[in-house]
């Protein structure tokens, strides 16, 4: 490294264009960044107290503009004016106005406040006022952090339910959590936070995006704001809305203890990652970042009208998938969060997106093939929200090997089937167990399948057994906003009542809907609240609502404690029995009981007489047992030890009516004990014991769950 001069008395030296970013090493920081288009760059460091410093880097390497800067340091605030062609007709839309934030920020100062100087606003030319003062800085942050002892969890695929979470709405209205902590990383870490979690036994805590994300001025104008945060300006940054303890640099330290905490419970770190756009929109929206640095480099243009954006995430703008610094940002915002902030996996929204290479969906895209290669990232839990808004964008079931996707087919067969539709029997069936037919062509296995009833997008698990329509009023958009097809039932009456009947048979629904997820092959996910009846009083939709509609209310888990127990119950169940959390599909596989070989799984008829061709295609078939052999597992644990299960009889009835099961014969089991009912609000029944050949009467719109010894114990 040689000295290249000063600038205003800040001495700079030429540094190197790799790791793009901030990079300190405990003597000064070196700075880079990536601009194909650019004239001349600028590195502008700013004070306490608001002044600016300007740098000039000069140094080009490969597209990459960097310098080093001896005694500069964590906390130091920065941004970047790029200097270049201002031609929207051909994609370039440089404005050295623009006070830039770097994509690779570790920490982000700040928020946009929607000034006009961050728009695009003349007709003739770029917007002239300046940008300084209302956008976001960068922070030059210290790597060093004492990780002790921490080792990610590792759990196996077939072990994991996944907690989708919210930041702040999981902990800001807890009791037990100091106020000055709710709605923080701080917070999700409190030991009354975690004695939750770890009690329910959940295994994987999936938050919500917490890369830096924007406030836009639309919903601000309304008095709402984006509390998903499905909005990211910032790939590597912690958001710094939900720091408790500062937001230079700090946020980074706060959610890096977070981690160390969460995987001291025993608790891996999923991050819900938004890669397919970015938060500056379509040429409408303001300029922050990426487009004032390389437009036409960054974003996927209209091919021909290259002043356009191609957009097949509904949000404005579409990443270039295809273009080598878009694909090196990812992957280094991947590892980034893998090696230094210890997350174990991730959940990539609208994944369909980052498979267009060109146009079209491709499995082979260069995106599949650098996650498949990479010692780091093919490592850790890889989940695909399997669609996007494009043409060809919904991909369920098509994603490569190393992958597992939110399976929207089993949401919608478990919804259409507890509310008692017409031929609904035979896919609801293919869901739960493990949806063979979509990934088994692939020689997946149930891990690909990651179930849920309920997420963050659409109704609470209350509220899908409470309203047939959405309630959206109070998102300002005339209840026009989400979706409209939700395959819900208000068992009687439109939202809130005091009907004990309609109540009684929502806390049924739920309790069906929560057994049926937690007794399914495959990954099963919660929507946070749903084990304490959290409602969003109908809203379907509520991403801008940062307020008591979206945040938990933990008032809750003493009025709902019925249910919050019923959900530990099956829960605890699950993780007890490999034949309910299988690590391969069913294949026929036989064991010998009472001389006769009995297949790994059996579809039965209320009469107990097996399921036929016929009997799988009758419009009014909405009640089935299931037989799981627990004698049958043909492989071993991870370990290689032999593995031997109790085996279950699952009783299923959607029906108005009660329906009387015959329990079958002695070849499949003497006697059975009841671990569960549905029909029994209290939590786990007394174990009443049924012998085989008995009638057993499952209540209307209920389920029951059998078991009894295996033979090989």
Same mark, same amino acid.
């Given at each position: 490294?040689?000295?290249?001069?000063?600038?205003? /008395?800040?001495?700079?030296?030429?540094?190197?264009?790799?790791?793009?970013?901030?990079?300190?090493?405990?003597?000064?920081?070196?700075?880079?960044?990536?601009?194909?288009?650019?004239?001349?760059?600028?590195?502008?460091?700013?004070?306490?107290?608001?002044?600016?410093?300007?740098?000039?880097? &000069?140094? !080009?390497?490969?597209?990459?503009?960097?310098?080093?800067?001896?005694?500069?340091?964590?906390?130091?605030?920065?941004?970047?004016?790029?200097?270049?062609?201002?031609?929207?007709? !051909?994609?370039?839309?440089?404005?050295?106005?623009?006070?830039?934030?770097?994509?690779?920020? =570790?920490?982000?100062?700040?928020? @946009?406040?929607?000034?006009?100087?961050?728009?695009?606003?003349?007709?003739?030319?770029?917007?002239?006022?300046?940008?300084?003062?209302?956008?976001?800085?960068?922070?030059?942050?210290?790597?060093?952090?004492?990780? /002790? +002892?921490?080792?990610?969890?590792?759990?196996? $695929?077939?072990?994991?339910?996944?907690?989708?979470?919210?930041?702040?709405?999981?902990?800001?209205?807890?009791?037990?959590?100091?106020?000055?902590?709710?709605?923080?990383?701080?917070?999700?870490?409190?030991?009354?936070?975690?004695?939750?979690?770890?009690?329910?036994?959940?295994?994987?805590?999936?938050?919500?995006?917490?890369?830096?994300?924007?406030?836009?001025?639309?919903?601000?104008?309304?008095?709402?704001?984006?509390?998903?945060?499905?909005?990211?300006?910032?790939?590597?940054?912690?958001?710094?809305?939900?720091?408790?303890?500062?937001?230079?640099?700090?946020?980074?330290?706060?959610?890096?203890?977070?981690?160390?905490?969460?995987?001291?419970?025993?608790?891996? !770190?999923?991050?819900?990652?938004?890669?397919?756009?970015?938060?500056?929109?379509? +040429?409408?929206?303001?300029?922050?970042?990426?487009?004032? @640095?390389?437009?036409?480099?960054?974003?996927?243009?209209?091919?021909?009208?290259?002043?356009?954006? $191609?957009?097949?995430?509904? &949000?404005?703008?579409?990443?270039?998938?295809?273009?080598?610094?878009?694909?090196?940002?990812?992957?280094?915002?991947?590892? $980034?969060?893998?090696?230094?902030?210890?997350?174990?996996?991730?959940?990539?929204?609208?994944?369909?997106?980052?498979?267009?290479?060109?146009?079209?969906?491709?499995?082979?895209?260069?995106?599949?093939?650098?996650?498949?290669?990479?010692?780091?990232?093919?490592?850790?839990?890889? @989940?695909?929200?399997?669609?996007?808004?494009?043409?060809?964008?919904?991909?369920?079931?098509?994603?490569?090997?190393?992958?597992?996707?939110?399976?929207?087919?089993?949401?919608?067969?478990?919804?259409?089937?507890?509310?008692?539709? +017409?031929? &609904?029997?035979?896919?609801?069936?293919? =869901?739960?167990?493990?949806?063979? %037919?979509?990934?088994?062509?692939?020689?997946?296995?149930?891990?690909?399948?990651?179930?849920?009833?309920?997420?963050?997008?659409?109704? &609470?698990? =209350?509220?899908?057994?409470? $309203?047939?329509?959405?309630?959206? #009023?109070?998102?300002? #958009?005339?209840?026009?906003?989400?979706?409209?097809?939700?395959?819900?039932?208000?068992?009687?009456? #439109?939202?809130?009542?005091?009907?004990?009947?309609?109540?009684? *048979?929502?806390?049924?629904?739920?309790?069906?809907?929560?057994?049926? *997820?937690?007794?399914?092959?495959?990954?099963?996910?919660?929507?946070?609240?749903?084990?304490?009846?959290?409602?969003?009083? /109908?809203?379907?939709?509520?991403?801008?609502?940062?307020? #008591?509609?979206?945040?938990?209310?933990?008032?809750?888990? %003493?009025?709902?404690?019925?249910?919050?127990?019923?959900?530990?119950?099956?829960?605890?169940?699950?993780?007890?029995?490999?034949?309910?959390?299988?690590?391969?599909?069913?294949?026929?596989?036989?064991?010998?009981?009472?001389?006769?070989?009995?297949?790994?799984?059996?579809?039965?008829?209320?009469?107990?007489?097996?399921?036929? %061709? +016929?009997?799988?295609?009758?419009?009014?078939?909405?009640?089935?047992?299931?037989? *799981?052999?627990?004698?049958?597992?043909?492989?071993?644990?991870?370990?290689?030890?032999?593995? !031997? %299960?109790?085996?279950?009889?699952?009783?299923?009835?959607?029906?108005?009516?009660?329906?009387?099961? =015959?329990?079958?014969?002695?070849?499949?089991?003497?006697?059975?004990?009841?671990?569960?009912?549905?029909?029994?609000?209290?939590?786990?029944?007394?174990?009443?014991?049924?012998?085989?050949?008995?009638?057993?009467?499952?209540?209307?719109?209920?389920?029951?769950?059998?078991?009894?010894?295996?033979?090989?114990?």
């Amino acid at each position: 490294m040689t000295a290249r001069g000063t600038a205003k /008395g800040v001495p700079v030296w030429s540094g190197y264009p790799y790791p793009l970013g901030a990079a300190y090493d405990g003597q000064g920081t070196n700075f880079a960044l990536f601009s194909e288009v650019a004239e001349r760059v600028e590195l502008v460091l700013v004070d306490d107290a608001g002044r600016h410093t300007a740098v000039p880097l &000069t140094e !080009v390497d490969g597209f990459v503009w960097h310098g080093y800067l001896p005694g500069v340091g964590p906390g130091q605030r920065y941004g970047f004016r790029v200097h270049g062609p201002w031609q929207p007709s !051909v994609g370039h839309r440089c404005n050295p106005a623009k006070l830039l934030l770097d994509p690779y920020a =570790r920490a982000v100062d700040g928020q @946009i406040d929607n000034d006009a100087s961050l728009y695009e606003r003349e007709p003739d030319g770029p917007a002239p006022a300046d940008s300084a003062g209302h956008g976001m800085l960068g922070v030059v942050t210290d790597p060093f952090f004492d990780w /002790g +002892e921490d080792r990610p969890p590792r759990r196996p $695929y077939a072990d994991t339910v996944i907690y989708e979470a919210h930041v702040k709405g999981l902990t800001r209205t807890h009791p037990e959590v100091p106020p000055e902590l709710r709605g923080t990383y701080a917070g999700l870490a409190h030991p009354a936070v975690l004695a939750h979690l770890t009690s329910l036994g959940v295994t994987a805590v999936e938050l919500m995006p917490v890369h830096q994300f924007v406030q836009d001025g639309v919903l601000q104008g309304r008095g709402l704001a984006n509390y998903w945060g499905y909005n990211t300006i910032g790939f590597f940054a912690p958001h710094n809305a939900y720091a408790a303890h500062g937001t230079r640099g700090q946020q980074v330290t706060e959610f890096k203890s977070m981690v160390k905490t969460l995987h001291a419970a025993g608790l891996e !770190v999923i991050l819900d990652v938004v890669y397919n756009h970015t938060a500056e929109g379509n +040429e409408k929206g303001p300029t922050l970042s990426f487009r004032g @640095i390389d437009n036409a480099s960054y974003y996927r243009l209209v091919d021909g009208d290259w002043q356009h954006y $191609y957009d097949t995430t509904g &949000t404005g703008n579409s990443l270039l998938m295809r273009h080598p610094y878009v694909l090196q940002l990812i992957m280094d915002s991947l590892r $980034y969060w893998v090696t230094e902030m210890h997350v174990d996996g991730f959940r990539f929204d609208l994944a369909a997106t980052l498979a267009r290479q060109f146009h079209e969906v491709d499995r082979l895209s260069a995106f599949f093939d650098l996650i498949q290669q990479d010692p780091v990232i093919s490592r850790v839990k890889l @989940i695909a929200e399997p669609w996007d808004v494009g043409e060809g964008g919904y991909q369920v079931g098509n994603f490569p090997p190393l992958w597992s996707e939110w399976n929207g087919k089993y949401r919608d067969a478990v919804r259409d089937f507890w509310r008692g539709e +017409e031929h &609904t029997l035979g896919e609801f069936a293919s =869901r739960l167990t493990g949806s063979s %037919d979509l990934y088994a062509h692939s020689r997946r296995r149930p891990r690909a399948s990651v179930n849920f009833v309920t997420a963050h997008d659409g109704f &609470t698990l =209350r509220d899908l057994v409470s $309203y047939n329509d959405k309630h959206n #009023e109070a998102n300002g #958009e005339g209840n026009r906003d989400g979706e409209n097809d939700n395959r819900s039932w208000n068992c009687g009456a #439109e939202g809130e009542t005091k009907d004990p009947a309609v109540l009684e *048979l929502r806390g049924r629904q739920q309790r069906n809907f929560l057994a049926t *997820l937690l007794l399914s092959q495959g990954i099963p996910m919660l929507s946070h609240g749903d084990e304490l009846g959290r409602t969003q009083r /109908g809203n379907n939709n509520a991403y801008c609502q940062d307020n #008591e509609i979206s945040w938990i209310d933990w008032r809750l888990a %003493d009025e709902q404690r019925e249910l919050l127990d019923f959900a530990r119950h099956v829960i605890g169940l699950r993780a007890a029995h490999p034949v309910l959390r299988r690590r391969r599909f069913f294949h026929g596989e036989t064991a010998t009981r009472k001389g006769q070989p009995l297949p790994d799984l059996v579809w039965l008829l209320p009469d107990a007489s097996e399921m036929s %061709d +016929e009997d799988w295609q009758r419009p009014d078939a909405h009640s089935v047992g299931v037989f *799981l052999n627990g004698d049958a597992i043909a492989e071993p644990d991870p370990c290689g030890r032999p593995v !031997v %299960d109790d085996s279950f009889l699952l009783l299923l009835n959607s029906h108005w009516e009660p329906v009387d099961f =015959r329990l079958p014969d002695v070849r499949y089991g003497e006697r059975w004990t009841t671990l569960i009912d549905t029909a029994v609000p209290q939590g786990p029944p007394d174990e009443a014991e049924h012998k085989a050949g008995t009638d057993m009467t499952v209540a209307a719109r209920s389920l029951v769950l059998l078991s009894r010894p295996s033979a090989g114990r």
